[in-house]
């Protein structure tokens, strides 16, 4: 089993990043897939990116391609989505989570979740 914590969430301004963390607990993190997503008020859950175990494989979705990047070490059990150049549509509770799937890009196959983190950019 899988225990996650998201940290980094905040308030910022449009054109600011911010670097999302994700703190896991158990021996076998190293060998989940470990996704972020995202849900805006009124919106439903929405993919960000993906990473292997191994962080060879990485995958951001669309909106974020260019913006953001996912990182991950597993010596420190962390994951990291760095946010770049944020607008105010990334708005949203950011939850981090792992799978066993590779490449795994919709929530159903997600078997942890954190508790998420609060990212608002104002304009």
């Known amino acids: 089993q899988v225990q996650l914590v998201e940290s980094g969430g905040g308030l910022v301004q449009a054109g600011d990043s911010l670097r999302l963390s994700c703190a896991a607990s158990?021996?076998?993190?190293?060998?989940?897939?470990m996704g972020w997503f995202r849900r805006a008020p009124g919106k439903e859950r929405e993919f960000v990116a993906t990473i292997s175990w191994s962080a060879g494989y990485t995958y951001v979705g669309n909106s974020v391609k260019g913006r953001f990047t996912i990182s991950r070490d597993n010596a420190k059990n962390t994951v990291v989505l760095q946010m770049n150049s944020l607008k105010p549509e990334d708005t949203a509770v950011y939850y981090c989570?792992?799978?066993?799937?590779?490449?795994?890009?919709?929530?159903?196959?997600?078997?942890?979740w954190g508790q998420g983190t609060q990212v608002t950019v104002s304009s």
């Open positions: 989570a792992a799978a066993q799937r590779l490449g795994a890009v919709h929530d159903y196959e997600y078997d942890y």
């Open positions: 158990g021996r076998t993190f190293s060998s989940y897939t």
